[in-house]
Structures are given as C-alpha cells and as structure tokens.
C-alpha cells in the first residue's frame, strides 16, 4: 500500500521531531516508529515504506493492518501536531461537512453497539475497560478511548427501557478530529465499534 507523502513526510523531519509531534516511540535499531492504536501495535517504517502490525513486546511482526486501521495511521502521521487531546468532545456532525456526509451508507456504526450491550451497562464496561477505555459521565455510560496519542473518541451508551430503545452515540475530540478526512474516521469509529463488539464478554 503506498503512502508517497506519508513517507516523504517522515523522511523530511528527525525522527525525534516525528516522536515529538506524533507521540510516537522510535526504534532506530529496526528503523521504525512504534505506533499504539487501541489493542493493536503498528510499526511505521519509513526506509521499507511499510506500515506493520506487530508484538509489542518482542515486535514480532503480525498478519498485515485492516486497509482502514493503514489509512487512519497514515493520515494521523500527517496529521498530528505537537498538541495535547483537547477533550473538547463534539460530534462528529458538528465536523465541517460531518452532517452531510455521515448518511446514508456513511451512517455513524452505531447499530451493532447498540444491538450488542443495549441490555447491559455492565458488559459494554467490561469491554471498553479491557480495550483501555477511560469512564466519563455521560449517558448511562461511556468511556474515552485514546485511539491515537494524540486523538481521542468516545463512546456513549443509553440502555433500552419501557419507554426508549437502547441508543449510542460517539463524541471525538475537537483538537484532531476537525482536521481528519471524515472517510478515515468513519473507519476509525467503524474499527472501535468492532473492537467492543468482539470484546463482549457475553459473547464467551
């Protein structure tokens, strides 16, 4: 998969300036960035113009990232700037042209978070906490996940009732989002949803 001006990017700065405005880590033995995005690790790798999954722990490498897990690391190593998650929680409608595009077959994947802890507060926590999600106090409950250094999204869960039908909801930090390619984070939240959803711990 090519990424010209990922590569042209990263070879033009320090890879300590890289670090800096990404977050990164560097391994200059290997000659690679060390990228966390939720449970997976990638390995960034300018020289062999490669984006990786691997072991964090003894880096070996893993089967080849999802296409859009390769699409939202790139565009976030182009993207990021040396700023700190703002935790000004919007969403993604409020994006510049976000309530247009997320229809239709764009539509938010809220469904299958819905159909799958709708009932349950306590297994949605349970997932979101093993995928390192941080509690907030919104809805019935909800949880910021770290999905980059330096972007953040949040998922929100109201649990069915008598009167209402069980609803989600994601906010995304303010800071990096508005500078994302909306089809890159649609991805992004797509691979999140599908995260939880495999972490049920009803589903065991």
Do not use: N
Request: charged share 20%; hydrophobic share 50%; proline share 7%.
């Amino acid at each position: 998969m090519a990424h010209e001006e990922l590569w042209g990017k990263l070879s033009a700065e320090t890879p300590e300036h890289v670090c800096c405005r990404t977050g990164m880590e560097y391994d200059p033995e290997r000659e690679w960035f060390i990228l966390p995005v939720l449970d997976w690790t990638l390995a960034i790798a300018p020289t062999a113009q490669q984006i990786m999954a691997i072991e964090r722990e003894s880096c070996r490498l893993q089967d080849p990232p999802h296409f859009a897990l390769q699409a939202a690391a790139a565009a976030y190593l182009l993207l990021a700037q040396e700023a700190v998650i703002s935790l000004e929680w919007i969403s993604p409608l409020e994006l510049p042209a976000g309530e247009t595009f997320f229809r239709g077959p764009h539509g938010l994947p809220i469904e299958g978070l819905q159909a799958t802890f709708g009932d349950s507060t306590k297994r949605f926590a349970a997932a979101a906490t093993e995928l390192g999600g941080v509690p907030l106090d919104y809805a019935d409950a909800s949880f910021k996940f770290a999905v980059f250094p330096r972007l953040a999204v949040a998922v929100l869960l109201w649990v069915a009732d008598d009167e209402f039908p069980a609803r989600a909801r994601f906010l995304v930090d303010a800071a990096m989002a508005r500078e994302f390619p909306l089809d890159v984070l649609l991805g992004l939240m797509g691979l999140l949803a599908g995260r939880l959803i495999c972490l049920d711990p009803g589903q065991s």
